[in-house]
């Protein structure tokens, strides 16, 4: 009976490392899975963050490519007066109707151009 009573002890220590392992093996993929979920949602909002900059970036672009703003970016970088009267906003796609009928300065070339050719 000993011999049984042996037998069955290093069956019950066998069956409880098995327990163990397959427990410990269990735990650590719940641990990985909670950290990927944790990556994958931090991935997520960076994502939903670029496409927000990627949507404002393509509008901007699409002012940009519009030819009344290229005109008047073109009359306030060489200060030349200009037969429209509408302002284009930088930041915004709107034209707006200016307050008061303003003369842009003239950029020093033009001072110059005027001094000695006119």
Same mark, same amino acid.
């Given at each position: 009976?000993?011999?049984?009573?042996?037998?069955?002890?290093?069956?019950?220590?066998?069956?409880? #490392?098995?327990?163990? *392992?397959?427990?410990?093996? !269990?735990?650590? &993929?719940?641990?990985?899975?909670? %950290?990927?979920? %944790?990556?994958?949602? &931090?991935?997520?909002?960076?994502?939903?963050?670029?496409?927000?900059?990627?949507?404002?970036? %393509?509008? *901007?672009? $699409? $002012? #940009?490519?519009?030819?009344?703003?290229? &005109?008047? $970016?073109?009359?306030?970088? !060489?200060?030349?007066?200009?037969?429209?009267?509408? *302002?284009?906003?930088?930041?915004?796609?709107?034209?707006?109707?200016?307050?008061?009928?303003?003369?842009?300065?003239?950029?020093?070339?033009?001072?110059?151009?005027?001094?000695?050719?006119?």
């Amino acid at each position: 009976m000993s011999t049984n009573k042996l037998y069955s002890k290093i069956v019950l220590i066998i069956f409880f #490392v098995v327990f163990l *392992r397959l427990l410990s093996s !269990f735990s650590r &993929q719940i641990l990985i899975h909670i %950290r990927i979920s %944790r990556h994958l949602a &931090q991935k997520q909002e960076e994502l939903k963050t670029l496409e927000k900059e990627n949507e404002e970036l %393509r509008k *901007r672009l $699409q $002012q #940009v490519k519009d030819p009344l703003y290229l &005109q008047e $970016q073109a009359k306030l970088l !060489f200060g030349l007066g200009g037969e429209t009267k509408k *302002r284009v906003d930088s930041t915004s796609t709107k034209v707006t109707e200016p307050t008061e009928d303003l003369e842009p300065t003239a950029s020093y070339f033009s001072k110059w151009w005027k001094l000695f050719i006119y």
